[in-house]
């Protein structure tokens, strides 16, 4: 592989952006992954106007790149993932968070395909985010880091895989923000993109997602301890308010028949309710532990622009207001996958792509997977899923002569 | 009218429960409404074992009690509703908060009824809650104060009619928290209600309700100036949290077709994202807004109280796990409302009750509105809402020879 691309031990930039004091315990540094550095002279051109660089990349790769070079596949993360998709995560310990897709075997099969996913650039697991050293100040970027978008995540993205030496994709894939991402790959990169799978995704973020975005970073913002987003330098950690906005979002990520299956009404460890404010109802206790987990592996700035990056996408909006002109130039075939229990991207925001897609006649087939729960069911274990995405993996293989 | 009720020269209990500093600001006090006071020797029996007393409960009517004393009706206000149903709010300056459905010649006409309604127990507008002074301490409840449930609010508001000399209600009517207790004024005293109508509500408080209301509780008691409930003492006000709690429900009582309507990505006062936290979208200046005028209106320790009422709320546990045991006493007739886009108390909510209420035989019509307007659907302008209320109130009049 490149030898540009560097072990922790070899990373020169990053031993310069040493982490302050406190720094230490956040997961923005990940050792556990290998990093490719693009110095100032490879500055990542964002949609702000900004100019990042230096900045890094985290990633995580399974399989082989065979001698063709046609067989990656991208997997692109959710909002508060990360490229640990099919390795132990170094900070839960839990295992990769696509075990269930991708390995040996299952659909995405890395017996034969050379799989890549990179921690997206305004994240806290590696890659340059607002937890990152700002080479100009030796501080923690916080808020003057500049906005991130799905497209600026998209290009750096492409200068990873440029590093890696990899021409094209055979396979772009992700749930949530990551099929936003691989909206937006078929979209920017349109010769780079045999087969697309956006998943549990729209291609704009609606008024009810942004509504409840902003609450979550509205929580982190009125926390003190978020100190204007210098919680490094001051010590503090903004653990109430990031754990106040997960446990809203994890909401939003299940299923009232879900929420209903797993708890219902039922107590925690008690025969009747101990008419205080305890966590009394077992759907209590599990949110609050959802809160307090979350925020021991989370950034609360890194949370706040990830955010935002949802929220500013709108892909029809970036071509005129029509969608399918997004996809004009498209060379890639498509599935899209909804799941009927998902109220943050609804059946509906996969069919407005599915519409956008079949006006360009482009290739496309949909499935909308019949499951209880809600939007997190593509990290889950959803049998349908997973045989949707095999076919569609298994012809495209074919397609493409692997 | 009986003489022990007071108007407020006249509440000795009240001036002895004088504000602390910083307390007068809270609308705990609503010098606007007539006030009937129970003194200690009438204490409220509440569910958690507590004897509230001594209590106030403020209140307002409209029209006239006639010589029969049978045509009161009784209004239920919602969670962060009062008693300004017809009455301009002494706090906002607002119109009152139903005079859409209750007024002269309105469906719940004023001038043919008696309508009262009274802030619940718990609450903060005139009534005891948590920001009333405790006697025994001299200073605010706090978290001090009793759990309160529904059926200590509608304890409560029998005690109030025996003091207005009303034996029964012609009809006892309320949305949402107010829907819950109408059920529960039907099943606790079910030869004090002739007709009742529940709206946008449900016999118990789902997993999904509660996890949000719990995300709001956080809210609040994340916030340092909340300071354990002892705010007021502190001269703090947990104005940040509270406003984030308002924010989230917020958006619950709303329906992702409303958001999209009335606010869709649309961007507030610019033609372009300004790649900032700002509030670029109009949705999230519409829910700061929100969030602030809330926290002008409503005090933080009632939030969590009332919140948790509506948790605790399952009338069928109360009766043995059968919903229709709760009715089995029953007899009232009923029209049950539920709207279409309504998330926080979907259809299968009301269907849950009238399944119930047939299985006792009980006269009981349904309607289920047409309405992208959400759960605050029974506050606002809904033809079909009015025309259920006008037809099964008329109906109801004829039944009772009014």
């Not at 030496?165 to 990169?189: T, Y």
């Not at 301890?225 to 106040?244: N, Q, S």
């Amino acid at each position: 592989m490149d030898s540009t691309l560097t072990s922790d031990a070899e990373a020169g930039l990053r031993s310069e952006a040493k982490p302050l004091p406190g720094y230490e315990a956040m997961p923005a540094t990940d050792p556990k992954s290998p990093v490719a550095l693009f110095g100032a002279d490879e500055p990542l051109a964002m949609d702000s106007g900004a100019a990042l660089g230096p900045f890094q990349i985290a990633y995580q790769t399974a399989g082989t790149l065979n001698a063709a070079r046609s067989n990656a596949v991208l997997i692109c993360h959710a909002l508060t993932g990360d490229q640990h998709f099919a390795h132990r995560h170094p900070v839960t310990g839990k295992a990769g968070w696509w075990e269930t897709l991708v390995g040996p075997g299952k659909p995405i099969d890395t017996d034969r395909y050379f799989v890549v996913c990179s921690n997206v650039i305004g994240s806290c697991m590696g890659s340059t985010g607002p937890a990152s050293v700002d080479p100009a100040t030796a501080k923690p970027y916080g808020l003057d880091f500049p906005l991130v978008t799905i497209r600026d995540m998209v290009r750096a993205q492409a200068m990873l895989l440029d590093r890696l030496g990899i021409p094209d994709l055979f396979l772009c894939i992700g749930g949530s923000m990551g099929g936003m991402q691989v909206l937006q790959w078929a979209s920017l990169f349109p010769e780079r993109v045999f087969a697309a799978m956006p998943i549990a995704t729209g291609a704009r973020h609606s008024a009810q997602n942004i509504a409840f975005h902003e609450v979550g970073r509205r929580a982190i913002m009125a926390d003190p301890a978020w100190a204007d987003g210098r919680y490094f330098e001051e010590g503090t950690r903004p653990a109430k308010g990031l754990g106040v906005a997960r446990m809203g979002a994890h909401i939003t990520y299940l299923s009232e028949p879900a929420l209903h299956r797993k708890f219902g009404r039922r107590l925690q460890n008690r025969a009747a309710p101990t008419f205080s404010f305890n966590a009394d109802f077992q759907i209590e206790s599990y949110l609050r532990h959802q809160g307090l987990s979350f925020v021991e592996r989370f950034d609360a700035n890194a949370y706040l622009y990830l955010t935002r990056a949802m929220d500013y996408f709108d892909l029809a909006e970036d071509h005129g207001g029509v969608l399918a002109n997004a996809f004009r130039a498209s060379k890639s075939r498509f599935c899209v996958i909804s799941f009927t229990s998902d109220w943050l991207f609804p059946t509906a925001d996969s069919r407005a792509i599915v519409h956008a897609l079949n006006a360009v006649a482009a290739p496309v087939a949909f499935v909308e997977v019949e499951s209880d729960k809600g939007h997190d069911a593509f990290l889950l274990d959803e049998p349908a899923l997973f045989s949707a995405a095999r076919g569609f993996v298994d012809a495209a293989a074919r397609a493409r002569g692997l």
